[in-house]
């Protein structure tokens, strides 16, 4: 089984920047790809960035490349996102998530989820 915590959310200006954690259980790290994902009221959960436990492997969506930053730490079994340049349609609850294999931009592909963390991005 896979519980996933995330942390780090919260309100922001334009411009400015924030880092969500998740604490992974997870066991077998190596079956396991990590993502962020978000979800705005009303629409599916969207693909932000995935990453290998080893950090070798890294995807992102074209709205966040140059911006965000994914990292995995597999001796304290965590997951980063570092979001630099934030705007305000960034703002969503953004989900930690795992899937056995590798990454996917479809989200009912993922296998386990967190309970997610609102950033809000003021204009």
């Known amino acids: 089984q896979v519980q996933l915590v995330e942390s780090g959310g919260g309100l922001v200006q334009a411009g400015g920047s924030l880092r969500l954690s998740c604490a992974a259980s997870v066991r077998t790290l190596s079956r396991y790809t990590m993502g962020w994902l978000r979800q705005t009221p009303g629409k599916e959960r969207e693909f932000v960035a995935a990453?290998?436990?080893?950090?070798?492997?890294?995807a992102y969506a074209d709205s966040v490349k140059g911006r965000f930053t994914i990292s995995a730490d597999s001796a304290n079994i965590a997951v980063y996102l570092q979001m630099t340049s934030l705007k305000p349609e960034d703002t969503a609850v953004y989900f930690c998530a795992a899937r056995l294999g590798s990454a996917s931009s479809i989200f009912t592909d993922w296998n386990y989820w967190g309970q997610g963390t609102q950033v809000t991005v003021s204009s």
């Open positions: 990453v290998s436990w080893t950090n070798t492997n890294t």
